[in-house]
């Protein structure tokens, strides 16, 4: 067991994780689609120790401004390209349980296990657009507790294809003319109600056996499923007592399914825009938020949760018979929680929200000095809120400079944060 540490995620979306980050001049959004640009990046974030990165995907372009720009490459082959450019760094690539097959998943991602000697991470989601069913046979988009009862029995097919192969079946003995132990590879037949799968794998075993299980989604199911499989968790990041409570929900899930308390690692989302001053960050703030307009939140109401909403004025509150109990909501059900309550408590208007997620879809946008950065990191790890942080940011590459330069010694000081890799896989890394 190596010493408790925060661990840090880059998700990284190089055309920034502010709604105009990529407007911003200092972004370089002309090389969105140069791999070298990827290249320069993951290497910097390995320099600077970081655990993992992180790329998000979904399967269509909804209609919102900034959305064409979300999944710009296919996560696993991009993250393929990266593993070979990198030695010790997690390479997260996001799959969908609804709109894949666990046969496909499990072999793409003992190859990049492979490929990267045991740094592979699948981060699971249960996509939620409807856009996303029209590329499937414009089929609708399975209810929220079809999508998670899928997800089990798709991690469950994908799990029993990785153990199909024993860690040493691999013979490849010259001599005695021996390549496999067939002995040792074994069909899983597999029969359920979603999937039919006979294996064994194409495969053998990957390096670290299971390669590591990621999770979005934080509704009650999310978090039943997250206490069954996962390994990591996204948590959503915008206030410390609601971050502790999730965290508390997601170590009692892990306990009900029979798994260590801790098992999970709680990674809050974070997006921070920093300067010298406060002063000076607020500006930076102010400056994206001119380029950012209100009208995505229509289209985001309408993807993220089924909210039609195009007849509320920007400015007028929104009327509460408009929006639903939480079970309804189909799609982004976790966030829904989260915006309904702004709505409620707060009396947020449709403008309200688009300022609210225009810094960060995901929450925890943060605005202030590196010193109060690094204060706030180390008190939330400090009382168990949560285990790391999966860190976004407005647009590259400044502001990764000032995180890595003038956030991360300052933990590093405090004995929060590593200085150097331990040896292991990516798996190792998560379990210290
Ligand atoms: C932090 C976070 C990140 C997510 N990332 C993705 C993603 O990259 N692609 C995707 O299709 N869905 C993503 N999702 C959606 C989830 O997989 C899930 O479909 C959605 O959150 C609804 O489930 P929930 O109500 O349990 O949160 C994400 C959700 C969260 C909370």
């Not at 039943?224 to 409570?245: H, R, S």
């Not at 929900?249 to 690692?265: D, L, M, Y």
Request: aromatic share 10%; with cysteine.
């Amino acid at each position: 067991m190596t010493q408790r540490e925060i661990h840090l995620n880059l998700f990284m979306r190089l055309q920034g994780n502010h709604l105009s980050g990529w407007r911003h001049p200092k972004n370089r959004i002309n090389e969105i689609l140069d791999i070298d640009y990827y290249i320069e990046i993951a290497r910097k974030v390995e320099a600077a120790k970081f655990d993992s990165l992180f790329i998000a995907d979904g399967l269509s372009i909804i209609n919102h401004p900034w959305k064409g720009l979300s999944w710009l490459f296919e996560p696993l082959t991009l993250l393929s390209a990266l593993a070979v450019s990198t030695k010790h760094i997690g390479l997260i690539a996001t799959a969908s349980t609804t709109y894949s097959d666990p046969f496909s998943v499990a072999r793409a991602f003992a190859s990049l296990d492979h490929i990267s000697k045991g740094r592979a991470a699948w981060n699971i989601v249960t996509t939620f657009h409807p856009e996303s069913a029209a590329n499937f046979g414009d089929r609708p988009i399975p209810e929220h507790a079809t999508r998670y009862d899928r997800a089990a029995e798709f991690v469950d097919v994908v799990r029993k294809l990785w153990d199909s192969w024993e860690a040493d079946a691999l013979v490849r003995n010259k001599v005695q003319g021996t390549l496999v132990d067939y002995d040792k590879v074994h069909a899983i037949d597999h029969k359920g109600p979603y999937f039919d799968v006979r294996g064994p794998l194409t495969s053998p075993r990957p390096p670290q056996g299971h390669p590591l299980l990621v999770q979005a989604g934080a509704s009650a199911s999310g978090q039943k499923f997250a206490g069954a499989y996962a390994d990591a968790i996204y948590a959503p990041g915008d206030d410390f007592d609601q971050t502790l409570a999730f965290t508390k929900q997601i170590r009692e899930a892990t306990e009900r399914s029979g798994r260590p308390r801790n098992a999970i690692s709680v990674l809050a989302a974070l997006c921070p825009v920093l300067a010298d001053t406060e002063q000076a960050a607020k500006n930076i703030a102010q400056e994206l938020h001119e380029l950012s307009t209100v009208d995505h939140v229509y289209g985001s109401m309408r993807s993220w949760f089924g909210l039609e909403l195009s007849e509320v004025g920007p400015d007028e509150p929104i009327p509460h018979e408009l929006l639903p109990e939480p079970d309804q909501v189909q799609g982004l059900r976790s966030r829904y929680e989260q915006i309904l309550r702004l709505i409620k408590d707060k009396n947020y208007t449709l403008r309200d929200i688009a300022k609210h997620l225009e810094g960060s879809n995901d929450g925890g946008y943060f605005v202030g000095t590196p010193e109060q950065l690094a204060d706030r990191l180390g008190h939330w790890w400090e009382t168990g809120a949560v285990d790391g942080f999966n860190l976004s940011l407005p647009y590259y590459d400044e502001p990764l400079d000032i995180f890595i330069n003038e956030v991360l010694p300052i933990l590093q000081k405090r004995g929060q944060f590593r200085s150097n890799y331990a040896a292991g896989t990516l798996r190792d890394r998560f379990r210290g």
